[in-house]
Structure formats: structure tokens, C-alpha cells
């Protein structure tokens, strides 16, 4: 599928939407491994993201992914910031040269894993984007294999981020921002589907 | 929760307003941040800016090391929570006069990644920048973490001697160079005898019991190394002074800095107690130490605690530095 | 009692000792007593000596203000208990180059007292020797106290005044002139959210509820004039405005001076954020300070709770002051 | 009866084994009306004064009644340290001129209110002191009217020291220094006793 400006908009209203309903819960899965922040900073930055769309009504792709990315970045703050912000950076750099979103999704995912290190298997928003976006660009992506990657965290010992502070006893949660991920790619799965 | 506070989710922003409000010759805020610059930019003038910051609920840090001889400028976040890239971009901006800017971050996956992205920012501007990941903290050394050791109050020496150099002209690779050399040589060990509470989460970050302390807790209440009864300060004196020994190697031949640094709500009374145990300690293996202070530096919101920094003077210059002239809030 | 210390009854001698092992440069201990003189003697020569002191516990008051334009010397009593008169004395001759020496007393009867036996003493020497009472804490004003008024915070303004003055070369009449016109334009007024425990009694001086303050309290526990439910900081600074307005009279076309002073626990973030509600409410009656100053200046150990201090700048001499250049560990 | 430096040695060895002996007592008495340390001090300062008379052995009633009140003054501290040092100087100062005991007590006495400001009624050491010199004077003084000067301070509303914080509320407590004025001339009335 080629983004356009017009389906990134419903991508990040409907990730907005899941993560305003979710906010509380995501903060409480940081409190047991993490400060308590995540679904707030997310919370804050995705209503930043929905607001700059549609006030400043990009014209193109580009400008579109550079929005939601500047935003993410100078909204949310601590790690999920600059990781989510980076993510759409490089999906912005990318769309200068292609819209295709596999393309663009794999961008995103070696900004992320550039800026913060992560490998899969550190317990980490990497578990979802590595795992999810070569399933999606073969076409293949549903609902479960979203949710199996995000579960799969639960089990893991954090190596990266404020969890890898409680090394072994990050056993048994799962990763927020795993789970913010899961919400990410389950609203590009139902953008995805409103176009067919 | 007992503060003095009014909303929780604006302490940031009235701190700052409260501190360029208070110290209007020492700070301007940069418009629409909670970043502060030094009032006097002449003071600035064709030297390398130092940009340094993080979560807020450290204060006097950073804010209270920008001025003359020390920091161009400082980043107040949120609570314990890194700033924002753009946010630091313009306390870059503010703080180049050509020369280029170095920046002093603490080493937190959060702060790691926001500083990184700012210098992006900026040097897309043609702004020079360089920078350091202070990791000064021992406590973690033989854990599980591998986001490295943390960096706490040792920056605010690191602050201290590139702020000096800076003010002298050195230039940024100069500077980073440096920041470099220090690093190494710069050990910090904290105990907690009880946690900060973050405004915004209204409880304690841990809970210890009326006559329990935590060795080698981080400054944002993160778990330290070792739970234990409370000792007298020459016990602790001694623990953390043999943890910070192993990780120096003290010599009696070699020149030594101290930063007893209280945490937020040990009164100096038992500050000074603490230092003399350090003294003492220190003495008895033939060192005493050419330069000390003691004080509240790098705190951690009300946590009640004391973290002990060693500097071993690798270079005689470091020393001049840290006895450079400087005029800021805090130092 | 959670506290970083050793033996209680060794609190005063161990901290002296930490101080002037830590700040060498600064402050050297006069023998066989708990009294500090500025290691720079040469600084003092010719000029008034300036001796303060009191009860510890209310570090970095006072030997942190001892230092090139400040305090000569300064004389730790025990835990909020006045110095003894030969202490006093002791810090009196450290202090005379020929001069005389003027005292800055904090208005409770044993400091009085003490420091009275302390003059009489020098006196016999043929050292000049005056002194103000200082008596700045409005709390009390209409209770039955018969006793006066309370020396707080506001101490810290009368040293760092006559610290320039005698630098600059005031003889000791001129200081003792400048002492009493300063002195009814000095207010302070203090909050308390918990109280101070003195090391040797081991419990806290009075209790709070969770969501308790109380307003006026003294710098050694002394009672209050009404304690109540927590405040936002806005209508705390309200209240203490309010009655500090009652006793200076604000007035637009007069220029004023602003110490805010942490009691010991309360952060810096609080500190800044209580600043920014008073710059705020002053700024409503068209007053923007000329100068203020917030931090840990007169603390009472570990009580948590802010003074605020307010000085009427009657005289534009004042001004320069307190903007007078000082080398002191803790102004 | 004429002071020496043998009867005042005689009296302060019996003052300081009162005082010991009370010592607890005395600081339970400055609890609630002041800050607990009135016994501790007060032993603290009459051991230096009996250490001292005894290593340094005045030569004559001046060196002796001098020493008494160094010690005082430089081990006592807060406010009975100056008050009690302050009546035993007064004393020292008298003996140049005269050695008979009722001058040297009114000298003392004229110290104390002196120094400290405080009359008749204060509630405060003044209130033995004043009642109790005078009959001593007279040749009149007795346990029994050292008693009831002790505890007439009951029922004072405190107008000095830190008592006075309290305001009426130190209403029903005995004034600390006054019991230990009472304990100073119950040690003299013995004294005084072995000597007829
Ligand atoms: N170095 C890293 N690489 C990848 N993801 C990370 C890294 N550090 C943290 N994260 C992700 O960020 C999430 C936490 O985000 P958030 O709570 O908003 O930030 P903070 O930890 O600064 O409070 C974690 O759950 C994890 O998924
Ligand atoms: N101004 C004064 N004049 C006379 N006696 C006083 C005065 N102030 C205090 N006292 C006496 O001192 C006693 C308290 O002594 P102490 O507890 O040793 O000193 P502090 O009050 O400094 O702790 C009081 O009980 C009272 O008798
Ligand atoms: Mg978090
Ligand atoms: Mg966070
Ligand atoms: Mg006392
Ligand atoms: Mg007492």
C-alpha cells in the first residue's frame, strides 16, 4: 500500500482514539516496571499529533510524517519521544523518495533501533516493530500476530529503558510500550481495512 | 503528599518562573520552554556554549550552574523525565556564539536519546555540537542493567571544570577532549534514608522503614545495591568509601576532589558530620583531599540521603578549574 | 530518629570539624572551641569584625556567612541552645584589629544573655564592643509573649548589610547606626509542614497531622499562631504577604528586598515555585523586588517549611549592600 | 556569717550532689514549659564547678567565688548558665569589699534580675531568689519558706525565657530554675547548719 497524507490522518486518529481509551492502563503497566508516565506521554503526544494534522493540514506526505514526528518529539519527552519521534522522522526522510509503507515501516524500524539500541529480545517496543513489520510487508499481518508479539514481552528480562533497572523482576509484565506499539499497527490494520 | 505546590502538573513551569523571577540577573528563560540561558550573554561571547539538563527535581541543578564560568545553559524537564529535543535544540541556539556547543548529559536511556536528537536538530543549523554521557554512579556496576551506570551528582563537577576551561577558550574538541579525560576518574556512591515522591504520582518512589537505608540508590529513586539498618555516619563513611576506593584505586601520591552532595532533605548539620567521617577515613590512608564542598547540589526532590563523589586529579589543571572564578546560583 | 550522624552529644564538635575540614580555605576553628574565624585574617585587618552565632541546627547559619565581606567569625552553640560567653569571647578577640567588634544577636534570652557576658567580658580587654538584637519573626507580635519578638531569617540580610558596610571601612558607631536603621524594616514570617528533631531528645519538636501546617512557627519549634490545613502555595504566600504587608506597609513607590528560606527538607522545587506566587502577588500591588535570593539560608534541621523575609529598602545604600561582592561558603 | 573559700566549697559540694541527684527531675520539670535540658545543664555545670574548686584549690574567697562562676558561665550554656554564672560573679566582684554572705547574696541577686530582665513574679529563678535572700538576711530563712518559694511559681503565668512561649499554658508547672535556686539554698541552710 502507497500512504498518502490523507491515510496517515486516519492512521494517527484512530491510534489517537486507542490510546486515549487506554491511557490508564498503559501507565499501569509502567508502574511496575517503570515510572507510571507512559500512557500520560503518549496520551499528550498523540492529541498534539490529531491537533497539528488537522489545524495545519499538511499537503503532502512528507510534510505529514514530519508533523506527526515533530510533534511526537516535542510532546511526549522521555524515551517513548524520541523513539516514536524517530520513527516517523525517518518514515518522513524515507516518503521523499517512496510512499510504499512497508518501505517506509522499515525506516522506522532502524531509527528506533538506532536511537535507542534495542535489540529484539530486550523487552522493549522493538518486540513489536521488528516482528510486525516484515509480516506486514509480506501481506500477512492480523490482529493475533500483533497480539502474540506484544504478550511475547511478558516473559522477557529488560534489558534497555528504566525496566532493565530491575533486571530479573521485570519478568512476568509486559513491555508499555510494546503494548502502545500493538495499538499502533492494530489502527493501521483497521486504516488498512476502511480502504479495501 | 505534603508540598508546597499548587497544581501538580505545573510545578515545572511555575519553578521556572519562580527562579528567573528571583534571579533575573542571573537567568532569562528562553520563550515558550522551561530551557533558562545566562542573563549576561556577553559573557558568552566567542566561547564554547556547555548546555546541560534533564529531568526536573534536581534542583540547584541544572539551572543553578548557568552563569559565568560554568553552564551557558540548562534544560529543566519534566519531573524526572528527560526534556524534549526541541526544547534543547533552542538552549543549543542560545548558547552558540560560532564557537560550537558542547552538551553534558546524564546517562539515561530518555536524556541519551532527546540530547542525541536536539544535536541533530541543531546541526542541521550548522551548529557545532558535541557532547559527554557522565556515568559517574558505581552503584550499579556489578548488577544487571546494561544501560550502563547512571550519572549523578559527579556532573556537577564535570559542569564545574569544562565551565572553567570553556570561560578560558578552550574550543569544543578541546573541550570534549576534556570531558573525556575526567570521566574516568570520576566515581559517585549515594545512600537514600528515604525516597522522593514525584507531585504527579503523589507516593513515594520506595518505602523504607523507620530504621532502614538503601545503599546506592539512584536520583530518581532508582533500587539501589543494598538494604540495610541504619549505620553511624563513619560506618556508611566507610562503605562507601571502600566501594568508591575499589573503583579509584586511591594513592596517597595522588590528588583527590570531594562533593558531598545532600539529596534533598538531610539537613547540612549531618552533612558536615558525614564529611568529617570522610575526612577522617581518607586521612587515615594518608590523603586529604585539595578541594571539597558540601551541600545540596544534585538532589533528589525531598529524599532524604547523601551521595559522596571522588575526583582523582589526573591533571593539575583540573584542579584550577575547579577553583576557577565563577558566578552562578549555586556553585 | 533517622539521622546521619554518630554519638548525639558529639553532633556540634563533629560537624565543626567536617566544616573546616571541607573549607579549609574559609573558616579555621579557634582552639578548644566551636567557634570558626575566616581563615583569611589579612581580610579582616583594620576593619570591624563582625561575630554571630547562636544555637546549631540552623546551618549553613552562621559560619557558613563567615568570609570576605561578610561575617568574621561565628560561634556554634549546642543543638538550639545559645553558646557559652567564653565561646563568644574567644570569637570576639579573633575578630578585633583594633576596630572593635559589633555582634549580630538573635532575640531569645540566652543568646542575649550570653552574648551580653561575652561583651562585658572583652570590654575588660578594651575591645570596643556593640551590637543589635535582631528581632524579625512578625508571628508573634500580638500573643502574650513578653519575651519579644524572635530572631530568623532575616538575620541573614542584617550580616550580609553590615558584612559590606564593614568591609567598605565603617567604623563601629557607623555599623551600629546602620544595624538599628535596618532593623524595623525587617520582617520575616515562616510556615512549618513538619517539625525539627534535636539529635539529644530523639523526637520531634511538636507533631503535624498528614495535612497539617502551621503558621509562624519559630526556628526551634517554638509554637506557631494557628496551625491549619495545607494550602496551595498561592494561599500560603497570600497569608504571609498579607500579614508582612500589615507590618512594612508596602508601597509601590518604595523598593524592597525578598528572602525566601527553606527550613531544612523542603526542595528547592517548592522553594521556586512558593518565589514565583510571591513575585506574583507582589507584582499585583506594582512591587518587583530589587533583590531576592531563595535556598536553605537559616534552616531548623530537618523541619520542612519556607520563612519569607522582607526588607524595606529605606535606603538605596542597602541596596549595594546586599549586592556587595562576598566570599563566603554559603551566601 | 562571713563567707570563706572552705564554706563555699562545703556548699557548692553539696549543691552539686543535690543537683545530680535531681537531675532527671529537673529536665522532666523544663519539658512541658521549656526544652527539656535544665537538669543536664545544671549537672553539667556543677560538675566543672566542683572539678575546678577542687584541682585548682582557690587560695582565697574571690579566686574561689571567680572560678565557681567560670565554670558556670562556660558549661552551662542557654540561660540558667548565664543567670547563675552572673549571681556568683556579682558575688566575686562584692568580696573584694566585703565577705559577709547576706551582701554578697543581694549583690547576686541584683545580678540576676539584672542580666536577665526579669521581677517578682516572672515566673523564673527571680521568684526564690527574692523571696529567699532577704530572710537569709534576716536570719530567717528555712527550709520550709525555701519551699514555698519554690512552689509558689506554680501558678505564674511565665513572662521570661522560653516559658514565656507558652503564655498561660504554663499555668500548673513548677519553674525548672527556680526548684534548682530552691536546691542552691537548701545546700546553703546545711552549710550554714554544720557550721553552728
Ligand atoms: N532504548 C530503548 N529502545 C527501545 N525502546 C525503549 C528503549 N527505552 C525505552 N523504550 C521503550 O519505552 C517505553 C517507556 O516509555 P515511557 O514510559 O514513555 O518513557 P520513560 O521510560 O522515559 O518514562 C518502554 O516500555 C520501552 O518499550
Ligand atoms: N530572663 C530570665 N530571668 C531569670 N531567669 C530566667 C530567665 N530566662 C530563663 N530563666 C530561668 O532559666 C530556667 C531555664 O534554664 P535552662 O533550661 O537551663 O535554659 P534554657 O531555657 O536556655 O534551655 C528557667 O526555668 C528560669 O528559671
Ligand atoms: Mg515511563
Ligand atoms: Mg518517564
Ligand atoms: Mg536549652
Ligand atoms: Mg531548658
Given amino acids: ?196 | 503528599m505534603k508540598k508546597i505546590m499548587n497544581d501538580p502538573s505545573n510545578v515545572v513551569s511555575e519553578m521556572v518562573a519562580g527562579l528567573v523571577s528571583a534571579y533575573p540577573t542571573y537567568l532569562t528563560q528562553l520563550p515558550e520552554t522551561t530551557a533558562v540561558v545566562r542573563a549576561d550573554r556577553a559573557s558568552m561571547q566567542g566561547k564554547v556554549g556547555l548546555v546541560s539538563g534533564g529531568g526536573s527535581g534536581h534542583e540547584p541543578a541544572h539551572a543553578g550552574f548557568v552563569g559565568d564560568g560554568m553552564l551557558s545553559a540548562a534544560v529543566c524537564g519534566q519531573v524526572f523525565t528527560s526534556p524534549t529535543p526541541d526544547q534543547i535544540y533552542e538552549a543549543i541556539k542560545a548558547s552558540d556564539t560560532g564557537a560550537g556547543v558542547f552538551l553534558i548529559i546524564k546517562n539515561y536511556s530518555g536524556d541519551v536519546m532527546n540530547f542525541e536528537m536536539a544535536k541533530d536538530m541543531a546541526e542541521l543549523d550548522d551548529i557545532k555540537v558535541s557532547s559527554i554521557v557522565v556515568d559517574d554512579d558505581i552503584a550499579v556496576e556489578n548488577s544487571l542493567y546494561t544501560q550502563g551506570k547512571r550519572g549523578v551528582a559527579g556532573t556537577v563537577l564535570m559542569h564545574k571544570i569544562l565551565g572553567a576551561a570553556a570561560d578560558q577558550g578552550a574550543n569544543l574538541a578541546e573541550i570534549e577532549a576534556l570531558a573525556k579525560e575526567v570521566m574516568p576518574h570520576l566515581k559517585t556512591l549515594g545512600v537514600a534514608l528515604s525516597a522522593a515522591t514525584v507531585p504527579e504520582v503523589g507516593k513515594p518512589g520506595f518505602e523504607l522503614a523507620d530504621d532502614e537505608i538503601e545503599y546506592g540508590v539512584g536520583i530518581h529513586s532508582e533500587p539501589g545495591y543494598r538494604r540495610e539498618k541504619l549505620q553511624p555516619s563513619k560506618e556508611l563513611v566507610a562503605e562507601m568509601l571502600t566501594k568508591l576506593d575499589e573503583a579509584l584505586q586511591f594513592d596517597a601520591t595522588k590528588k583527590y576532589a570531594v562533593l558531598i552532595n545532600g539529596m534533598g532533605a538531610t539537613p547540612l548539620m549531618e552533612q558536615y558530620i558525614f564529611s568529617n567521617d570522610v575526612f577522617n577515613w581518607l586521612k587515615a590512608k594518608d590523603i586529604t583531599p585539595v578541594f571539597s564542598k558540601v551541600g545540596n547540589y544534585m538532589t533528589s526532590l525531598e529524599m532524604a540521603g547523601i551521595s559522596l563523589t571522588v575526583l582523582e586529579l589526573a591533571d593539575e589543571k583540573w584542579l584550577e578549574y575547579l577553583n576557577y572564578q565563577v558566578d552562578t546560583i549555586a556553585w
Fill in chain 1, 1 to 196: 500500500m502507497e500512504l498518502t497524507v490523507e491515510t496517515l490522518t486516519t492512521w494517527m486518529n484512530d491510534f489517537e482514539a486507542k490510546i486515549a481509551a487506554k491511557k490508564a492502563y498503559l501507565s499501569d503497566l509502567d508502574t511496575p516496571i517503570g515510572d507510571g508516565d507512559h500512557g500520560n506521554n503518549m496520551a499528550r503526544g498523540m492529541r498534539a499529533v490529531t491537533e497539528a494534522l488537522a489545524t495545519k493540514n499538511p499537503a503532502d506526505l512528507t510534510t505529514g510524517l514530519k508533523l506527526v514526528a515533530m510533534s511526537l518529539i516535542s510532546k511526549v519527552g522521555g524515551a517513548a519521544g524520541p523513539l516514536y519521534g524517530t520513527a516517523f522522522l525517518e518514515m518522513a526522510k524515507k516518503s521523499n523518495t517512496t510512499a510504499e509503507l512497508s518501505e517506509l515501516l522499515e525506516a522506522a524500524v532502524l531509527g528506533i533501533k538506532q536511537r535507542g539500541g534495542a535489540e529484539l529480545g530486550d523487552k522493549t517496543m522493538v518486540d513489536v516493530w521488528e516482528v510486525v513489520v516484515p509480516e506486514h510487508a509480506a501481506g500477512q499481518l492480523t490482529s493475533e500476530k500483533i497480539a502474540q508479539a506484544v504478550e511475547a514481552t511478558k516473559e522477557l528480562v529488560a534489558k534497555r529503558g528504566r525496566a532493565s533497572y530491575l533486571g530479573e523482576r521485570s519478568v512476568g509484565h509486559l513491555d508499555p510500550g510494546a503494548v502502545s506499539s500493538g495499538y499502533l499497527f492494530e489502527a493501521l490494520l483497521e486504516t488498512e481495512g476502511e480502504l479495501k
